[in-house]
């Protein structure tokens, strides 16, 4: 074979590249051609320099597919023992938060059940939750710890993560949620937990390559902001990036914290102030917007969505896949709650499953279509990008393409 050809060349699609300005960065009557793992070449079809055959190993048609980037979910709880479909069950029939929390509901029955889990268990349990992701268009997926809440059950939730990404051949980051609730065992001594954490726990599972990025929940209900500064500090000392769960519940300042520590993002926002918009924008931290929580809670609060488009900071989207607030198993779905409950447009919402998705999680490898990027695809059985967030439902991937590999769903 000639050297000089590429490995594989798309033809007759219309490539949503969310590069530069143009809505979706459209190009129609599109191709693009894959190198060795990345993207080679795209264009239109009639700017093709040569005949197709004689420039790829591979030639496919799509007959005027759809092609995006590979989705990419930037914030996830899928790694975790049990469920709460019960709760669910109890909530409808009358039951409050306090008395499901009175009853040894909520986040305490998750860890207690992923901590009663072996890692097999674990595994077998958190695989049917990525696969039904990845099914749905997902090719970079995060994962975070925070139901194990002791080092063993961390390092255990954090080495199932990895695994998860070796086995389904898609790409995870990992994020140590160490502080998303005070253990039992710990409930009078949170001093002593948070200083676990900080000095025992993150120090350990980074020396072990478990650790890509620090989050924590910055909530009343949670940890507070000095609770959240001590492990921001001891994150910047060991050199790992930094995102928070911030303004959920209320307004603790937490966006203007990660803000101040160069951080990735901030996540969920529904209180998020006007000062925690230009702490976001001057310091380039994503906001990363969870409808799937929103709407399971009922919540009635949105987030400042006109304030951040005022100060252009980059809106993403994820699932907040978890069993207690966003028992949600579509990205896609996801996209689409963001346009119907949070009212931002297709465009906006799939450059934040895509483009920003990417910058949320520190990658600049991928969330774009162009020479460079990682050939991370989906092809959709759509004919426009707003159908992604229109259908409700419904499996509309045709293929995807991991690392310029066809990769099975
Ligand atoms: N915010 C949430 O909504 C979830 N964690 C967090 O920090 C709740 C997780 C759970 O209920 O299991
Ligand atoms: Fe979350």
Same mark, same amino acid.
């Given at each position: 074979?000639?050297e000089s050809r590429?490995?594989?060349?798309?033809?007759?699609?219309?490539?949503?590249?969310?590069?530069?300005?143009a809505?979706?960065?459209?190009?129609?009557h599109?191709?693009?051609a894959l190198?060795?793992?990345?993207?080679?070449?795209?264009?239109?079809?009639?700017a093709? %320099?040569a005949?197709?055959d004689?420039?790829?190993?591979?030639?496919?048609?799509?007959?005027?597919?759809? @092609?995006?980037?590979?989705?990419? +979910?930037?914030?996830t709880?899928?790694?975790f023992? =049990? /469920?709460r479909a019960q709760?669910? +069950?109890?909530?409808?029939?009358?039951?409050?938060?306090? /008395?499901?929390?009175?009853?040894?509901? &909520?986040?305490?029955?998750?860890?207690?059940?992923?901590?009663?889990?072996?890692?097999?268990?674990?595994?077998?349990?958190?695989?049917?939750r990525?696969?039904?992701?990845?099914? $749905? &268009?997902?090719?970079?997926l995060?994962?975070?710890?925070g139901?194990?809440?002791?080092? /063993?059950?961390?390092?255990?939730?954090?080495?199932?993560?990895?695994? *998860?990404g070796?086995?389904?051949g898609?790409?995870v980051?990992?994020?140590?949620?160490?502080?998303?609730?005070l253990?039992?065992?710990?409930?009078?001594?949170?001093d002593d937990?948070v200083?676990?954490?900080c $000095?025992e726990?993150?120090?350990?599972?980074?020396?072990? =390559?478990?650790? +890509?990025?620090? $989050?924590a929940?910055?909530?009343?209900?949670?940890?507070? %902001?000095?609770?959240?500064r001590?492990?921001?500090?001891?994150?910047q000392?060991?050199?790992?990036?930094?995102k928070?769960?911030?303004?959920q519940?209320?307004d603790?300042?937490?966006?203007?914290?990660?803000?101040?520590? =160069?951080?990735?993002?901030?996540?969920?926002?529904?209180?998020?102030s006007?000062?925690?918009?230009?702490a976001?924008a001057?310091?380039?931290t994503?906001a990363? @917007?969870?409808?799937g929580?929103?709407?399971?809670?009922r919540e009635?609060r949105?987030?400042?969505i /006109?304030?951040?488009?005022?100060?252009r900071?980059?809106?993403?989207?994820?699932? +907040?896949?978890?069993?207690?607030?966003?028992?949600?198993?579509?990205?896609r @779905?996801?996209?689409?709650m963001?346009?119907?409950?949070?009212?931002?447009?297709?465009?906006?919402?799939?450059?934040g499953?895509?483009?920003?998705?990417?910058?949320?999680?520190? *990658?600049?490898?991928?969330g774009?279509?162009? %020479? =460079?990027?990682?050939?991370?695809?989906?092809?959709?059985?759509?004919?426009?990008?707003?159908?992604?967030?229109?259908?409700i439902?419904?499996? @509309?991937?045709r293929?995807?393409?991991?690392?310029g590999?066809?990769?099975?769903?």
């Amino acid at each position: 074979m000639n050297e000089s050809r590429w490995d594989r060349l798309l033809l007759n699609a219309t490539l949503a590249t969310f590069a530069g300005d143009a809505p979706y960065g459209l190009i129609e009557h599109g191709a693009i051609a894959l190198h060795r793992g990345r993207i080679a070449w795209l264009g239109r079809m009639d700017a093709l %320099p040569a005949a197709p055959d004689a420039l790829a190993a591979a030639v496919v048609s799509l007959d005027g597919a759809l @092609l995006t980037p590979g989705l990419i +979910d930037c914030h996830t709880h899928l790694v975790f023992g =049990g /469920d709460r479909a019960q709760e669910f +069950d109890l909530r409808l029939n009358g039951a409050s938060y306090t /008395d499901i929390a009175h009853a040894g509901g &909520g986040i305490v029955s998750t860890v207690q059940a992923t901590r009663a889990a072996t890692e097999d268990q674990l595994y077998a349990q958190s695989l049917p939750r990525a696969q039904a992701l990845h099914r $749905d &268009g997902v090719t970079t997926l995060e994962i975070k710890s925070g139901y194990g809440l002791s080092l /063993d059950s961390e390092r255990r939730m954090l080495r199932v993560a990895r695994r *998860l990404g070796r086995e389904l051949g898609i790409s995870v980051r990992t994020s140590f949620l160490g502080l998303h609730a005070l253990p039992p065992e710990y409930r009078d001594r949170r001093d002593d937990y948070v200083a676990l954490v900080c $000095d025992e726990m993150l120090p350990a599972l980074a020396a072990e =390559g478990l650790v +890509d990025a620090v $989050d924590a929940f910055c909530e009343g209900i949670g940890f507070s %902001p000095a609770e959240t500064r001590r492990l921001f500090e001891r994150a910047q000392a060991l050199g790992l990036p930094v995102k928070l769960h911030a303004e959920q519940l209320s307004d603790q300042c937490g966006a203007a914290l990660v803000a101040e520590y =160069g951080g990735l993002s901030a996540d969920h926002l529904e209180h998020l102030s006007e000062s925690g918009v230009r702490a976001m924008a001057a310091a380039g931290t994503v906001a990363v @917007l969870l409808p799937g929580a929103f709407y399971a809670l009922r919540e009635t609060r949105l987030p400042p969505i /006109d304030a951040l488009r005022a100060q252009r900071v980059p809106m993403a989207v994820a699932s +907040d896949c978890n069993p207690g607030t966003s028992p949600l198993l579509s990205l896609r @779905l996801a996209a689409g709650m963001a346009c119907t409950l949070f009212r931002l447009t297709p465009e906006e919402a799939l450059r934040g499953v895509t483009v920003h998705a990417a910058r949320a999680l520190g *990658l600049a490898d991928r969330g774009t279509l162009a %020479p =460079g990027q990682r050939a991370d695809l989906v092809a959709w059985n759509v004919r426009a990008p707003a159908e992604l967030c229109y259908w409700i439902g419904g499996e @509309l991937v045709r293929e995807v393409w991991i690392g310029g590999e066809s990769a099975p769903a």
